[in-house]
C-alpha cells in the first residue's frame, strides 16, 4: 500500500511533469514555425529527449495525461517531418524515431496533405527563415559576446545553439567595448548548449528557454523563463528565472541567484532574498520523485558562491581554475 506521503510525492511529480513537458511541446511547436536546415538537428534532438522523459515517467502519470502527452509528442514529431522534407538537400540530418505515418501517404509527402494539428500546425517553406546562430568547437580561450556578429539573420532575436567548448569561458553579457557593440543589439530568444567540459558560461538575460546536455564541472550564470539540464554532472548554476528550473540524469548540482554584480541593465532588478544562499526557485528533479529531498543538486553556501567573475581575457585561466566547481570522484 501506498503511503500518504508517496501519494503526494508521486501527485506532485505528475502536477510538475506534465506542466513542464507541455510547456516544452508548446515552445517546440513555436520554433518549428521557424526552423531552418541548420536548426532542424537541434530541434530533433530535444525532441528525442523529450520522448526519452515520457517514456522514464510511464507508470508515474495518470493514464489521460500519459495519452495527451504523446499526442502532443506525435504531433511534433509529425511536423518535424514535414519539416524535414521542406529542407531537403540543405541539411544531412537524420531523424532515427519517426512517426508513424502510413505508406501512402509518406511515399508522396509533396502532395499529400496532413491532418491538422492545434499543437503543431505544418511548416510551410516560405515563412522559414534564419535565425540561429552556434559557437562551436573552442577550447582554452576567452569568447566575448562578439561570438554572435556576423549573424545574417533580419531579425535582433536569435537562437544560439553552444556545443563542445572545453577549458573556456564564454561571456555573452553586454559590454561598451567596441568589437562588442553591433552583437548588443542582438537579443537570446533561446540556447540549446551541449557538451561542455570545465568551462564557465555567462550567458546573460534569454528571453525564452535554456536547454543544456552533457556538462561537466562547469559554471552557469544566466536570467530565463525555463532552465532543463540532461546528463551533467558537477554545475553551479546561478539563476534569475519565472519558474523552477529542472534537471534529469544529473548529479553534484549546486544552485544560487544571479549575481547582483552581473546585472547590466535596469530591467534586470536585483533578486529580493534574505541572504545569498536562500533561493527565489525551487530545483525540481525528475530522476527523483520521492518524499526525501533530492540527493543530486543542494544550495550553494555562502563561502562557496563565486565573488570575482572573470569578466575579461585577463588571466582568464587562472579566474577559471579558480571559480569551476570540481566534480568529486
Request: some cysteine.
Amino acid at each position: 500500500m501506498i503511503s500518504a506521503d508517496g501519494l503526494e510525492a508521486t501527485w506532485t511529480f505528475s502536477q510538475a511533469f506534465t506542466s513542464s513537458f507541455q510547456a516544452s511541446c508548446s515552445e517546440l511547436a513555436s520554433r518549428l514555425k521557424v526552423a531552418n536546415a541548420d536548426s532542424v538537428h537541434f530541434i530533433a534532438g530535444e525532441i528525442q529527449a523529450l520522448n526519452k522523459r515520457l517514456t522514464e515517467a510511464t507508470g508515474r502519470l495518470p493514464s489521460y495525461d500519459q495519452r495527451q502527452n504523446e499526442l502532443q509528442l506525435k504531433a511534433l514529431e509529425k511536423s518535424l517531418e514535414e519539416l524535414r522534407s521542406s529542407t531537403a538537400g540543405k541539411t544531412k540530418f537524420a531523424f532515427k524515431r519517426k512517426a508513424k505515418i502510413p505508406a501512402s501517404a509518406s511515399a508522396s509527402s509533396e502532395t499529400a496533405t496532413p491532418p491538422a494539428s492545434a499543437i503543431a500546425p505544418a511548416i510551410p517553406a516560405a515563412i522559414i527563415s534564419s535565425t540561429s546562430r552556434t559557437i562551436s568547437d573552442h577550447s582554452n580561450c576567452y569568447l566575448s559576446r562578439s561570438c554572435l556578429c556576423g549573424t545574417s539573420s533580419s531579425t535582433d532575436h536569435v537562437e544560439v545553439s553552444i556545443i563542445r567548448i572545453s577549458s573556456s569561458i564564454l561571456n555573452l553579457l553586454t559590454t561598451k567595448n567596441e568589437s562588442t557593440l553591433s552583437a548588443n543589439t542582438i537579443s537570446l530568444s533561446a540556447l540549446h548548449i551541449r557538451d561542455i567540459q570545465n568551462s564557465i558560461l555567462i550567458l546573460g538575460t534569454v528571453d525564452g528557454s535554456i536547454m543544456l546536455h552533457n556538462l561537466t564541472n562547469c559554471v552557469v550564470v544566466a536570467g530565463c523563463h525555463q532552465f532543463r539540464m540532461h546528463n551533467s554532472t558537477a554545475v553551479d548554476a546561478y539563476l534569475d528565472i519565472t519558474s523552477n528550473p529542472i534537471i534529469e540524469s544529473c548529479d553534484q548540482v549546486r544552485f544560487g541567484a544571479y549575481p547582483t554584480e552581473l546585472k547590466t541593465t535596469t530591467e534586470q532588478q536585483p533578486l529580493v532574498t534574505k541572504k545569498h544562499t536562500e533561493l527565489p526557485f525551487l530545483p525540481q528533479d525528475f530522476s527523483h520523485i520521492r518524499a526525501t529531498p533530492s540527493p543530486n543538486w543542494r544550495v550553494l553556501e555562502e563561502d562557496e558562491l563565486v565573488r570575482d567573475w572573470p569578466l575579461s581575457e585577463k588571466d582568464y585561466a587562472v579566474q577559471l581554475e579558480r571559480a569551476l566547481p570540481h566534480p568529486q570522484i
